[in-house]
């Protein structure tokens, strides 16, 4: 039996997670917030703890009873959609939000032991981008996901709703050190190290070369200065993805994209 709990203090301590604009605090706490029945129905079966469900009325009985039934011990609270949209500060489209509990974080040797084909993000900082692009590795063949410490946090709650839940699936962990370390310390592992720049000296992305690497790692860099110098030529290769009518490159989640399909492994 759910412990379902009508709202009537929009002040209550327990419900200031969900109406969190600042989510530096949630995250010190080891906590964060998923949206959607779908996005959740993902992190709950990779296996992250369920803190509380807040639901509107018709969605405890109707598309997310299931995740009702499944997390029947914590609490859920509820209301209309009104008066959710005000808890929130917007408007709740997918009428289900839930406070979890983050996991242990992973080393890199564990994210990296199987991995063929890894994305790196040196400093990606928009949020939408970085869920974008977990959203495309997951669904275009790449085995995991890793971060420079400058990046955006991918369990921010933002991230997480573009990912459409992706963020759970792929493995993903924050390297240590500065640039070049991480480029060295991959190809010690055994990767080819690829920079996606615009530079002269490039290879097209459908070189055979990067496909035919056993094990690769693609760089991406921030929107505006792109991937850092030293990171370019700590690299084996710096790639391009060739552009038509004087467009000169693509946002970096629509770039990964396609040098993900590009270099997947067949």
């Not at 640039?179 to 010690?188: F, Q, R």
């Not at 991406?220 to 490159?249: N, Q, R, W």
């Not at 990964?256 to 067949?266: E, I, N, P």
Request: glycine share 6%; charged share 20%.
């Amino acid at each position: 039996m759910n412990n379902i709990i009508e709202i009537t203090d929009l002040s209550a301590p327990e419900l200031v997670p969900f109406g969190a604009t600042d989510e530096h605090e949630l995250t010190a706490q080891g906590l964060f917030i998923a949206e959607s029945p779908k996005v959740i129905r993902t992190a709950l079966a990779a296996g992250y703890k369920p803190v509380s469900l807040l639901a509107e009325r018709g969605c405890i009985t109707g598309r997310a009873a299931d995740i009702a039934e499944s997390c029947a011990e914590i609490p859920v609270y509820t209301a209309d959609r009104s008066t959710l949209g005000t808890l929130t500060g917007y408007r709740l489209t997918q009428g289900l939000l839930c406070l979890m509990r983050r996991k242990e974080p992973l080393l890199p040797e564990s994210v990296l032991h199987a991995a063929k084909r890894v994305a790196v993000l040196e400093n990606i900082m928009n949020q939408t981008n970085v869920g974008a692009i977990f959203r495309s590795a997951a669904a275009l063949g790449t085995d995991a996901i890793l971060l420079t410490g400058n990046c955006s946090d991918p369990l921010l709650r933002r991230t997480v709703r573009v990912s459409m839940g992706a963020v759970f699936q792929l493995p993903w962990c924050v390297i240590p050190g500065r640039s070049p370390e991480y480029v060295l310390a991959l190809e010690d592992m055994g990767f080819a190290c690829a920079a996606l720049a615009l530079h002269e000296d490039t290879v097209n992305i459908d070189d055979p070369a990067l496909c035919a690497e056993p094990r690769l790692a693609l760089f991406f860099g921030t929107e505006d200065s792109g991937l850092k110098p030293e990171t370019i030529a700590a690299c084996k290769y710096t790639v391009k993805i060739p552009m038509s009518h004087g467009v000169d490159s693509l946002n970096v989640a629509a770039a990964s994209a396609v040098a993900f399909w590009q270099t997947r492994l067949v």
